[in-house]
């Protein structure tokens, strides 16, 4: 073999490399993405989390609110 066969086989093989991790991190971002969706107690508690964490200025719950929701503390 030449050394052009060579540098286009090493170029294919880094392609199909590149390829299969880009297929499985998405793969996995779509399960993350199917999994909070179909699952209630995750989608709310993220939410209300995030809505406390995200606008300090509009406080809708206080913390001890926020560890009774989520935790049942």
Known sequence: MGKGLLRIRRL????IIA??????GTYYTYYKIDQRLWN???LKARDIETRYLNYPTKRT?????????????
């Open 40 to 42: 209630e107690e995750i």
């Open 19 to 24: 390829m299969l991790f880009f297929l499985l």
């Open 61 to 73: 719950y206080k913390s001890e609110d926020l560890e009774r929701i989520i935790y049942g503390k």
């Open 12 to 15: 294919f093989n880094n392609f």
